[in-house]
């Protein structure tokens, strides 16, 4: 059985969670939720990186074998220090699914929603440079969506004008395609994808981040499948939004 670590700034690291656990069912999980330091997205990197290396020795502790850092801005800010500072441990970060969606287009424009400190972070600024010959790539901030998430608001009147006020800025650049490039965002998608229309993609690359986990485990050789499954939910703030959302990601055969 493997013992995967997860953090986020909060709950929306449980989208990646769910995807984590469709392919591997039977691990014991340990997800940190660090609400009490929430949001990440406007906290200097220095900030990001000392929560990091925080988490991490408390994951570690408890006996994780990998770490998934799923939140794209702790990915921005800090994966590379964490890398160089536990040469041993592996990471897995999240990062806005550009490429599937620059493939994918057909208007020539995708639209990335992430938070501030992915978008000016320098491994996004490079991908941007890899694609953005090809395709228009239009960027906005989920102004509130994370504040929303945390509050448990994922639909609603007051939810579909804050979705709006991000998305519309997008489609209003002609994407037809929209990548979700913050964790926390996937719990919004119903009402991202009813404002944005039938003609509109969304992409959210946690499945493709739970099957590079899998790879990893394999990679190394961590012993996967033998169960039993457990799930440790801990937050450095008011557990309850954890609570709240997590029937959302547990399978309804569980
Ligand atoms: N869930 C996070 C992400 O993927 C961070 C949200 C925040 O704390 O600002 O970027």
Redo the contacts with the bound molecule.
């Keep these: 059985m493997a013992s995967i670590g997860i953090f986020?700034?909060?709950c929306?690291?449980l989208s990646v969670y769910k995807e984590l656990v469709k392919l591997l069912p039977n691990e014991r999980y340990i997800f940190f939720a660090d609400n009490a330091h929430?949001?990440?997205?406007?906290k200097s990197a220095q900030y990001i990186q000392d929560r990091a290396r925080f988490i991490s020795d408390s994951l570690l502790q408890q006996g994780a074998d990998i770490i998934v850092v799923a939140?794209?801005?702790?990915t921005a800010a800090a994966i590379a220090t964490l890398r160089r500072e536990y040469p041993s441990v592996p990471f897995i970060g999240?990062e806005p699914a550009v490429k599937p969606a620059a493939l994918g287009t057909r208007s020539g424009v995708i639209g990335v929603l992430?938070?501030a400190?992915?978008l000016k972070g320098s491994k996004y600024l490079k991908m941007r440079g890899l694609y953005e010959d090809g395709v228009k790539i239009a960027e906005h901030v989920g102004q509130g969506f994370?504040e929303l998430v945390e509050g448990g608001k994922l639909d609603g009147p007051e939810t579909e004008a804050t979705v709006r006020a991000s998305v519309q800025p997008l489609l209003d650049q002609g994407a037809d395609i929209i990548v979700l490039?913050?964790?926390?965002y996937p719990f919004l998608r119903p009402v991202i994808e009813r404002v944005a229309g039938p003609g509109v993609q969304v992409i959210d690359p946690a499945p493709a981040v739970a099957r590079q986990t899998l790879r990893v485990l394999q990679e190394r050789n961590v012993p996967i499948g033998q169960g039993p499954f457990s799930l440790s939910l801990q937050a450095s703030g008011s557990p309850s939004p954890l609570k709240t959302l997590l029937p959302l990601v547990t399978q309804p055969t569980d």
């Design positions: 986020d700034s909060g929306g690291g929430c949001p990440y997205g406007d939140c794209n801005t702790a999240m992430a938070t400190g992915t994370v490039g913050c964790t926390h």
